[in-house]
């Protein structure tokens, strides 16, 4: 599989792609500077010992993906979907964003789409199946090899898309979590903002969340 | 202490209130009719072996108690509150309501107010100290005795409060977790949205969420 990271050059995007290179993937690096999407590509293929990734600016990295992750801040959200639109048509987008109030950055933003992921599937159109997930992943998890004791919720209105990315999330040593239908994003992307409380009130640097009760695959 | 579980006569009410008994606390249940709260607290006191429980019409259960526990339907939320709002002057309400939209249960509501828990704190006043908490937990899971593998995400402005809510909860058998203001009750209480979803997809009844990643107390 063929994943592009857009917004790649960041410690979140960084993490997903390294671990998806250590996973045997390729991995297009996307940035809005080219020559940091290369330098980004040349530290993650150091990392796994073979030519893992390739980068390139967002819009190429994005139709060169056959599936394209998208970890860019909030506020370059919009700008970001309109540049890669054409590229994405008919694949899956997973949307990492995380809403966060640039004022107050412990408060969650109130979006007049609902969430990001909600924003993202509308300015896409129903072409592109968005699929939210692992906003909830601190990128130092991410850095860690091996099992991580954390869950990733993931989702969409496509049902087949949300079980790729759960698929996607596995490789990562993840339990993906069919978390239901776009609108559920809202509540994904506002559990960041909650966590990074935590992370200060209890002193971690990684809080996590886990779904228990639950044996199995979803029945979808 | 003595516990008023307002709304005491359904499922949750019932768990909770039957949970503080068996762990030695005093329990006022609430009811709109008070026969019913009456039978509640019988039941209560049939399954625990002594006299744990009374049972009163809501305001007088919410005078009689030195905590309140609301465990009402959203769409009684706001009456409720008004009725027992002199009762709860001075003290700690927790907030137990969840706004499911009553056309798609599966879907969280919209609220004017942001959340049910920020709504309470709103019409209370100042003088209340609103807590969010066990809108996650399962009636399934308050009718087992001994350890439960989930926890209870704690929300409201009063730091205080917050840590009292906890010690409610670890008298239940759970690990209360600080989840900070009460704004982040939108995120808690569409939590429980989410793991109803999942219930269904994955045929669980009793799906719930544990915050990995930390340890010990808080630090405020």
Redesign the interface.
Known sequence: MRIAVVGGTGKEGHGLALGWARAGQEVVIGSRAPERAVRAAETINAAVGHAAAVGMVNREAAMAGEIVVLTVPYDAHEETLRDIRDSVRGKILVDVTVPVDLEKS???RVLPGGSATEEAQALLGSETRVVAAFQNI?HTHLAREGGV??DV?VCGDDVEARQEVIRLAGLLGFRG????PA??A???E??T???L??N?????????????????P???
């Open positions: 412990r408060r969650l601190s004791d954390c919720l979590v069919d978390a239901g609108r559920n809202r509540v994904v506002g559990f903002i909650l966590l409380g935590i200060r009130r209890y002193k971690s640097k990684g809080a996590g969340v886990r779904i228990t009760g639950i044996e199995g979803s029945d979808d």
